[in-house]
C-alpha cells in the first residue's frame, strides 16, 4: 500500500476517534444559567427520634429531672441505709399541670453515705476529664439544715468528681441552687449520686447536670459537638420539631409549641411517641423534656444561619395511630396556634407573643419565613383542614411560604392525588418524602425533569436510601446508601428551579437508644461520627453554588449515561464553577470534561469520596469515608478526570 495512504488512513482513524472521545465529553455550558439556587436547597431535618434530643443534642445529663415520667423514678435509684419507709415520697402539688410532682426527702441524722439518690443518666453519663460540670436544683426546705454531697462514679463506683452544696433557706418557697465539679476521667457510663447529710424535711425538684462545654457556651444549652457537625455543613434551613412526633400517636400526645417555650421548669414533659411506636426497639425511659423548645430550636437556626422551619399539627394525629382528627368547626384554635407562632418569631415587643420571645432574651424578631403544615398527613381530611390553613394564614401574612404534606410516598395513588389537590390550591411548597432502596434513588434521578416549572415548589424533605433489612442499626449507613443518594441529588440539583429544598432523615442516632436506622449521624454519651451519608450532604451544601449551569454529554442531561450521574452550578460571588459526578459503576472510567464558554479557568480542586458499596464508617474508623482533596489544573478549558468506581467528585474551579 502507498506510505502517504497508509499515513492518511492512520490519521485518519486518530482523527475519528479523538474525534469519538470528544462527542464522550461531559460538557460544562459555563455562559448558560439555567435557574437560581435558593439558599434553602440544601438543609437539616431534626426530629426527636432516636433520642435525638433528650439524651442527645439536648445537654442535660439526668434522666427524668423533674419525676414527671410514667413512672416516677425511673432513672432513680434510693441508696443508703437511713431512707426507710415514708421517708422517700413522691408528692403531687395540685394545680400545677406543667409540672406537678416532686421529690420529698425526711432526712435524720444521717452522714454521708447513710441517704442518697442516684441518677443512670441516658444510657449512662458521659463524662471527660478535667471539664467542669454544673449541678442545679429546685428545692423547698421546710425545716433542717441539710447539707447535699454531689459526686461523679465511674462503673466501679469510684469517684470521679465531687462538690458540696449547703441548702441556704428554710422557708414555704422554692429556691434555686448550683454548683459546680469537676471530672478527674474520662468516663462513658458514669452515675450522678446525691447524699444527704444532717436533718430535714426537704422537697426537691429540677434536679440537673449539665456539661460547660455546651454550644457558644450557653448554660442549660446544647451539646457542642453535635451541633458544631450541623454547623459543619452550613445548611440553609432546619426542620423541626420532627416529623411523627408533630402528629401525635393521638391529638393529646401531639408537639404543642406554646408548652415547650418559657421557663424550663413551667414546659409540660410527655410521652414521646417512640417510646411505644417498635415492638422490636422499645424505649419504655424516652419522654419529651422540652427544654428544647420552639425558641431554642429559633436561636439554633439563628446560629447557623439557616431559615427556621417549623412544622405544626393541621388537627389530625398520626393517621398509622388513631388517624384522630379535629372537626372542622373545631379547628380554629390549631389554625390561631400557627398565627400566635408567628407572632413570636416575628411580632414586635409590644405583641402579646413577641413581648414572650423578648422575655426569653431575644428582643429582636427571628424572621421566619416558613411554616409547614401538618406532617406526612394524606386524605381529603387533610386537604379540607390545609385549606382552612392557607385561607387564614395568607389572609394575615401572604409574605409567609406554607408548605403541605404530599403523604408518605412519592408514587402512589394516595401521593397523586395529594399533588393534584394541593397544586390546584396554588400550595407555595410541596413536602415529599422518600425512604426507598438504593436503586429506586438511582432510577429516580430524573424525576423532576418534567415537573411544572411554573407551579409549585418542592420540599425534599425527608430522603434515605434503605438497604435491604438483613442489616440493622449503624450497618445501614453504606456507602451504596451514600452514593445512590448522591446520584438523586444530582437530579435535585438539576432542577433546583423546581427544588427549593431538600433534606436527609433522620438526623441523629443513639447508638443504644435508636429506634430508626439509616441516621445521618451517629452518637454515644462521649463521641460523634458523621456517616457516609452525612458527608454526601455535606459536600453538596457547602458547595451550593448561586445558579444551575448547563451540563451535557452526548447531548443529554447525565442522569445514568453509562453508569454517571452529575450536576454543575457556579457561585457568582466566589467565582467557582462547581461540578459534581458520580460514578455509579464497578469499574474507573476516564472522563473529559470541556468548559465550553468564555469564563476561563485555569486552576482547581476535587473531593472525592470512594470505596467498597458495603464500607461505612463507625466510632474508631469516623472518617474512613471522608471526602479526599487533590489540587488539579485545567489545560486549553478541558480535563481529564480518571473517575473511581463507585465515587462522588466534587470539582471546584476558580474562574475569571
Given at each position: 500500500?502507498?506510505?502517504?495512504?497508509?499515513?492518511?488512513?492512520?490519521?485518519?482513524?486518530?482523527?475519528?476517534?479523538?474525534?469519538?472521545?470528544?462527542?464522550?465529553?461531559?460538557?460544562?455550558?459555563?455562559?448558560?444559567?439555567?435557574?437560581?439556587?435558593?439558599?434553602?436547597?440544601?438543609?437539616?431535618?431534626?426530629?426527636?427520634?432516636?433520642?435525638?434530643?433528650?439524651g442527645?443534642?439536648?445537654?442535660e445529663?439526668?434522666?427524668?429531672?423533674?419525676f414527671?415520667?410514667?413512672?416516677?423514678?425511673?432513672?432513680?435509684?434510693?441508696?443508703?441505709?437511713?431512707?426507710?419507709?415514708?421517708?422517700?415520697?413522691?408528692?403531687?402539688?395540685?394545680?400545677?399541670?406543667?409540672?406537678?410532682?416532686?421529690?420529698?426527702?425526711?432526712?435524720?441524722?444521717?452522714?454521708?453515705?447513710?441517704?442518697?439518690?442516684?441518677?443512670?443518666?441516658?444510657?449512662?453519663?458521659g463524662?471527660?476529664?478535667?471539664?467542669?460540670?454544673?449541678?442545679?436544683?429546685?428545692?423547698?426546705?421546710?425545716?433542717?439544715?441539710?447539707?447535699?454531697?454531689?459526686?461523679?462514679?465511674?462503673?466501679?463506683?469510684?469517684?470521679?468528681?465531687?462538690?458540696?452544696?449547703?441548702?441556704?433557706?428554710?422557708?414555704?418557697?422554692?429556691?434555686?441552687?448550683e454548683?459546680?465539679?469537676?471530672?478527674?476521667?474520662?468516663?462513658?457510663?458514669?452515675?450522678?449520686?446525691?447524699?444527704?447529710?444532717?436533718?430535714?424535711?426537704?422537697?426537691?425538684?429540677?434536679?440537673?447536670?449539665?456539661?460547660?462545654?455546651?454550644?457558644?457556651?450557653?448554660?442549660?444549652?446544647?451539646?457542642?459537638?453535635?451541633?458544631?457537625?450541623?454547623?459543619?455543613?452550613?445548611?440553609?434551613?432546619?426542620?423541626?420539631?420532627g416529623?411523627?412526633i408533630?402528629?401525635?400517636?393521638?391529638?393529646?400526645?401531639?408537639?404543642?409549641?406554646?408548652?415547650?417555650?418559657?421557663?424550663?421548669?413551667?414546659?409540660?414533659?410527655i410521652?414521646?411517641?417512640?417510646?411505644?411506636?417498635?415492638?422490636?426497639?422499645?424505649?419504655?425511659?424516652?419522654?419529651?423534656?422540652?427544654?428544647?423548645?420552639?425558641?431554642?430550636?429559633?436561636?439554633?437556626?439563628e446560629?447557623?444561619?439557616?431559615?427556621?422551619l417549623?412544622?405544626?399539627?393541621?388537627?389530625?394525629?398520626?393517621?398509622?395511630?388513631?388517624?384522630?382528627?379535629?372537626?372542622?368547626?373545631?379547628?380554629?384554635?390549631?389554625?390561631?396556634?400557627?398565627?400566635?407562632?408567628?407572632?413570636?418569631?416575628?411580632?414586635?415587643?409590644?405583641?402579646?407573643?413577641?413581648?414572650?420571645?423578648?422575655?426569653?432574651?431575644?428582643?429582636?424578631?427571628?424572621?421566619?419565613?416558613?411554616?409547614?403544615?401538618?406532617?406526612?398527613?394524606?386524605?381529603?381530611?387533610?386537604?379540607?383542614?390545609?385549606?382552612?390553613?392557607?385561607?387564614?394564614?395568607?389572609?394575615?401574612?401572604?409574605?409567609?411560604?406554607?408548605?403541605?404534606?404530599?403523604?408518605?410516598?412519592?408514587?402512589?395513588?394516595?401521593?397523586?392525588?395529594?399533588?393534584?389537590?394541593?397544586?390546584a390550591?396554588?400550595?407555595?411548597?410541596?413536602?415529599?418524602?422518600?425512604?426507598?432502596?438504593?436503586?429506586?434513588?438511582l432510577?429516580?434521578?430524573?424525576?423532576?425533569?418534567?415537573?411544572?416549572?411554573?407551579?409549585?415548589?418542592?420540599?425534599?424533605?425527608?430522603?434515605?436510601?434503605?438497604?435491604?433489612?438483613?442489616?440493622?442499626?449503624?450497618?445501614?449507613?453504606?456507602?451504596?446508601?451514600?452514593?445512590?443518594?448522591?446520584?438523586?441529588?444530582?437530579?435535585?440539583?438539576?432542577?433546583?428551579?423546581?427544588?427549593?429544598?431538600?433534606?436527609?432523615?433522620?438526623?441523629?442516632?443513639?447508638?443504644?437508644?435508636?429506634?430508626?436506622?439509616?441516621?445521618?449521624?451517629?452518637?454515644?454519651?462521649?463521641?460523634?461520627?458523621?456517616?457516609?451519608?452525612?458527608?454526601?450532604?455535606?459536600?453538596?451544601?457547602?458547595?451550593?453554588?448561586?445558579?444551575?449551569?448547563?451540563?451535557?454529554?452526548?447531548?443529554?442531561?447525565?442522569?445514568?449515561?453509562?453508569?454517571?450521574?452529575?450536576?454543575?452550578?457556579?457561585?457568582?460571588?466566589?467565582?467557582?464553577?462547581?461540578?459534581?459526578?458520580?460514578?455509579?459503576?464497578?469499574?474507573?472510567?476516564?472522563?473529559?470534561?470541556?468548559?465550553?464558554?468564555?469564563?476561563?479557568?485555569?486552576?482547581?480542586?476535587?473531593?472525592?469520596?470512594?470505596?467498597?458499596?458495603?464500607?461505612?464508617?463507625?466510632?474508631?474508623?469516623?472518617?474512613?469515608?471522608?471526602p479526599?482533596?487533590?489540587?488539579?489544573?485545567?489545560?486549553?478549558?478541558?480535563?481529564?478526570?480518571?473517575?473511581?468506581?463507585?465515587?462522588?467528585?466534587?470539582?471546584?474551579?476558580?474562574?475569571?
Open positions: 500500500m502507498n506510505k502517504r495512504i497508509l499515513a492518511a488512513l492512520l490519521f485518519s482513524a486518530i482523527s475519528l476517534n479523538a474525534l469519538s472521545q470528544q462527542d464522550k465529553a461531559i460538557y460544562i455550558h459555563t455562559d448558560q444559567s439555567i435557574a437560581p439556587i435558593q439558599t434553602t436547597m440544601w438543609g437539616v431535618f431534626f426530629e426527636d427520634i432516636n433520642f435525638g434530643a433528650d442527645g443534642i439536648y445537654a445529663l439526668v434522666k427524668n429531672r423533674s414527671e415520667f410514667a413512672k416516677p423514678l425511673m432513672g432513680w435509684s434510693i441508696k443508703g441505709k437511713k431512707i426507710k419507709e415514708g421517708d422517700l415520697l413522691i408528692l403531687n402539688r395540685q394545680g400545677s399541670p406543667s409540672n406537678p410532682r416532686f421529690l420529698r426527702l425526711n432526712v435524720q441524722g444521717a452522714a454521708k453515705g447513710d441517704a442518697g439518690i442516684s441518677n443512670e443518666g441516658f444510657r449512662g453519663i463524662v471527660k476529664k478535667d471539664l467542669r460540670y454544673d449541678f442545679s436544683l429546685m428545692y423547698r426546705q421546710h425545716r433542717g439544715n441539710v447539707l447535699l454531697h454531689v459526686e461523679l462514679v465511674d462503673e466501679k463506683n469510684a469517684v470521679i468528681g465531687s462538690a458540696q452544696l449547703k441548702l441556704g433557706s428554710v422557708d414555704a418557697n422554692w429556691h434555686q441552687q454548683v459546680s465539679l469537676v471530672s478527674t476521667a474520662t468516663v462513658e457510663k458514669a452515675k450522678l449520686n446525691i447524699w444527704f447529710e444532717g436533718n430535714g424535711l426537704v422537697d426537691f425538684d429540677m434536679i440537673s447536670l449539665f456539661p460547660s462545654d455546651t454550644w457558644k457556651g450557653r448554660k442549660g444549652g446544647l451539646r457542642g459537638d453535635m451541633v458544631q457537625m450541623l454547623a459543619d455543613m452550613k445548611p440553609g434551613f432546619i426542620r423541626f420539631p416529623g411523627c408533630v402528629e401525635g400517636m393521638d391529638l393529646a400526645n401531639r408537639y404543642q409549641w406554646k408548652k415547650t417555650i418559657g421557663p424550663i421548669e413551667n414546659r409540660q414533659l410521652m414521646n411517641r417512640w417510646n411505644v411506636e417498635f415492638g422490636h426497639r422499645p424505649a419504655p425511659d424516652y419522654f419529651q423534656t422540652f427544654g428544647l423548645g420552639f425558641f431554642e430550636y429559633f436561636q439554633l437556626a446560629d447557623l444561619g439557616a431559615q427556621a417549623p412544622i405544626l399539627n393541621c388537627g389530625i394525629a398520626c393517621q398509622y395511630n388513631t388517624a384522630e382528627l379535629v372537626p372542622l368547626e373545631d379547628l380554629g384554635p390549631y389554625i390561631q396556634d400557627a398565627l400566635d407562632l408567628i407572632e413570636f418569631a416575628n411580632g414586635d415587643e409590644n405583641s402579646k407573643w413577641g413581648k414572650m420571645r423578648a422575655s426569653m432574651g431575644h428582643a429582636k424578631p427571628f424572621h421566619l419565613k416558613y411554616l409547614g403544615v401538618g406532617n406526612e398527613n394524606w386524605g381529603p381530611q387533610y386537604i379540607e383542614r390545609a385549606k382552612l390553613f392557607q385561607q387564614k394564614i395568607k389572609d394575615k401574612h401572604p409574605e409567609i411560604k406554607l408548605i403541605f404534606s404530599s403523604g408518605t410516598d412519592p408514587d402512589s395513588e394516595r401521593f397523586h392525588y395529594l399533588n393534584n389537590e394541593l397544586r390550591m396554588k400550595a407555595d411548597i410541596i413536602d415529599e418524602h422518600y425512604y426507598r432502596s438504593p436503586d429506586w434513588f432510577k429516580n434521578a430524573s424525576r423532576y425533569d418534567s415537573y411544572d416549572r411554573k407551579g409549585a415548589k418542592v420540599f425534599a424533605g425527608e430522603f434515605a436510601a434503605h438497604n435491604h433489612n438483613k442489616i440493622t442499626g449503624s450497618d445501614k449507613n453504606t456507602w451504596q446508601a451514600a452514593i445512590a443518594e448522591a446520584a438523586f441529588m444530582t437530579g435535585l440539583e438539576r432542577n433546583a428551579e423546581v427544588v427549593n429544598m431538600a433534606s436527609y432523615a433522620p438526623l441523629f442516632a443513639h447508638s443504644e437508644g435508636w429506634q430508626w436506622a439509616p441516621d445521618l449521624i451517629w452518637v454515644n454519651n462521649l463521641n460523634v461520627y458523621g456517616t457516609p451519608n452525612y458527608y454526601v450532604q455535606k459536600l453538596f451544601s457547602t458547595n451550593r453554588g448561586t445558579h444551575v449551569l448547563g451540563m451535557t454529554k452526548e447531548a443529554k442531561a447525565i442522569r445514568g449515561v453509562d453508569g454517571l450521574y452529575a450536576s454543575s452550578v457556579i457561585d457568582t460571588v466566589k467565582k467557582e464553577i462547581i461540578i459534581k459526578i458520580v460514578n455509579t459503576e464497578k469499574t474507573a472510567i476516564n472522563q473529559t470534561i470541556v468548559l465550553d464558554g468564555k469564563k476561563k479557568v485555569s486552576v482547581g480542586t476535587i473531593n472525592t469520596m470512594a470505596g467498597d458499596p458495603e464500607g461505612k464508617n463507625s466510632f474508631e474508623q469516623a472518617k474512613n469515608f471522608s479526599k482533596e487533590q489540587n488539579i489544573s485545567v489545560k486549553k478549558q478541558q480535563l481529564v478526570l480518571n473517575l473511581s468506581p463507585n465515587s462522588l467528585n466534587v470539582l471546584k474551579l476558580k474562574y475569571r
